[in-house]
């Protein structure tokens, strides 16, 4: 079975701060992808980033970076220098190659407001 | 511009009744999928199609329908079986049903009944 945990449900930071957003996977398959996307207010899901299993180099764009380590199962997701604008819901979703690879499994999502 | 319409935004329906979502994509994309949001959770798959004219149930395709006669068109029909039909519906695509293919959504369809 497959699992996604966003285990902090919101979270409020200043402008400007650093701020990083958790998400822990179950997955059985050696094979699989793992995705980030961002809900704005508007509600559409706005895709962010895509890693495979076999890729743990650490990526960046921009202000946004993230840190994938298969050894604890965790692709953590970094935003430096927050804005008023990366207001939002942002999930954290997995898709395996096993069974039914049709799947993307979404874990419950992390609010961030960043206050001005 | 390419992407994903739904339509309407807002829908409001009376219990018992049926009602249709629409959802287009002019991406040229295979795979078209269905899911529902509920507050506070992540997103369920309901349904999906990899081609025209073939389409799966995901984890709560119970009281509700779809069809696949276009490749741009997967409309999605909400029946009065559906016991909790208020939610806010998300319809996405991608390149094609594979594993490593990310994919877009549309901007949802928020519905209510009452």
């Known amino acids: 079975a497959q699992k996604v945990t966003q285990a902090q449900t919101e979270i409020s930071v200043v402008e400007k701060e650093d701020v990083t957003l958790d998400c822990v996977y179950e997955?059985?398959?050696?094979?699989?992808?793992l995705f980030w996307y961002k809900q704005p207010p508007s509600g559409e899901l706005v895709f962010l980033i895509r890693r495979n299993s076999f890729d743990e180099q650490n990526e960046i764009s921009g202000r946004y970076s993230w840190n994938f380590q298969k050894s604890t199962s965790s692709f953590n997701f970094t935003i430096t220098a927050s804005q008023v604008v990366d207001s939002a819901v942002y999930f954290c979703?997995?898709?395996?190659?096993?069974?039914?690879?049709?799947?993307?499994?979404f874990g419950k999502g992390t609010l961030l407001t960043v206050n001005p | 511009d390419g992407g994903i319409t739904q339509s309407p935004k807002y829908l409001f329906r009376k219990e018992g009744q049926n009602v249709t979502l629409s959802c287009e994509q002019n991406l040229n994309h295979d795979a078209m999928y269905w899911y529902r949001q509920d507050p506070g959770q992540g997103l369920r798959l309901i349904y999906y199609?990899?081609?025209?004219?073939?389409?799966q149930k995901g984890d709560i395709a119970e009281g509700y329908s779809v069809s696949r006669e276009k490749k741009e068109s997967f409309p999605l029909t909400v029946t009065s079986a559906q016991k909790n039909p208020t939610a806010f519906y998300l319809c996405?695509?991608?390149?094609?049903?594979?594993?490593?293919?990310?994919?877009?959504f549309g901007p949802g369809t928020r519905l209510t009944v009452t």
């Open positions: 997955t059985r398959d050696t094979t699989y992808y």
């Open positions: 199609s990899q081609i025209v004219n073939d389409f």
């Open positions: 979703a997995l898709r395996s190659s096993g069974g039914s690879n049709y799947k993307l499994t």
């Open positions: 996405a695509s991608s390149i094609g049903a594979g594993t490593s293919y990310e994919q877009y």
